[in-house]
């Protein structure tokens, strides 16, 4: 199975400052097709999942333009360019290159 | 408006059984490949199952091969995930999620409890 390892695991920001979360894939998510299979995802407390950022860059619908998603192979950034209030939560990283689709163990966000 | 409505959790005994339906409205459900991902009180997340547009291919994490089938009814918007042989560890809020490219979808979830 491939093993995602996100970095940090806790991430105390303050309001208005940027956050980025790491990563990494025990192999490489690119697919035989080209694509390199990678979402991020956000959980808000009390809530379900929500896809943030599909295919490594690509913003989901609704997603607000503070968000945004990096890299290649083994290695890929999730950043946000100013935190708000409503960013709290854990996030997650997900690759679905082969079965079973795994998740990174997650980064709780929160307000310092 | 999108909705996935999971059904079915509950207490089980180990070596018990249970049945979780979801059902969806609002999208493509017959277009899109459906999964189970679980979640474990405080914990992360975990893949269970997953079943491409009309069931001809299913996918299972090797923890629960042999004990949880997914299964789907395309004519009800409807996905099903029969768990026999239920363990301790397969205690988790199971989510319904949906994949309709661009979208993916999730259900608020059920909770499974696995206790004696």
């Known amino acids: 199975d491939i093993v995602m390892t996100q970095s940090p695991l806790s991430l105390p920001v303050t309001l208005g400052q940027p956050a980025s979360i790491s990563c990494r894939s025990s192999?490489?998510?690119?697919?035989?097709?080209?694509?390199?299979?990678l979402h991020w995802f956000q959980q808000r407390p009390g809530q379900s999942p929500r896809r943030l950022i599909n295919?490594?860059?690509n913003r989901d619908s609704g997603v607000p333009d503070r968000f945004s998603g990096s890299g290649s192979g083994t290695d890929f950034t999730l950043k946000i360019s100013s935190v708000e209030a409503e960013d709290v939560g854990i996030y997650y990283c997900?690759?679905?290159?082969?079965?079973?689709?795994?998740f990174g163990q997650g980064t709780k966000l929160e307000i310092k | 408006e999108v909705q996935l409505v999971e059904s079915g959790g509950g207490l089980a005994q180990p070596g018990g059984s249970l049945r979780l339906s979801c059902a969806a409205s609002?999208?493509?459900?017959?277009?899109?490949?459906m999964s189970w991902v679980r979640q474990t009180p405080g914990e992360g997340l975990e893949w269970v199952a997953h079943?491409?547009?009309?069931?001809?291919?299913?996918y299972y994490v090797g923890s629960v091969k042999g004990r949880l089938t997914i299964s789907r009814d395309n004519a009800q918007n409807a996905l099903y995930l029969q768990m026999n042989s239920l363990r301790i560890d397969d205690t988790a809020v199971y989510f319904c999620?949906?994949?309709?490219?661009?979208?993916?979808?999730w259900g608020r979830g059920t909770l499974v409890t696995v206790s004696s």
């Open positions: 997900m690759q679905y290159t082969s079965w079973p689709h795994t």
């Open positions: 079943m491409n547009y009309d069931g001809s291919e299913k």
């Open positions: 999620v949906a994949w309709s490219p661009p979208h993916s979808h």
């Open positions: 192999q490489s998510l690119v697919y035989s097709d080209g694509r390199t299979c």
């Open positions: 295919d490594v860059s």
């Open positions: 609002g999208f493509s459900f017959s277009g899109s490949w």
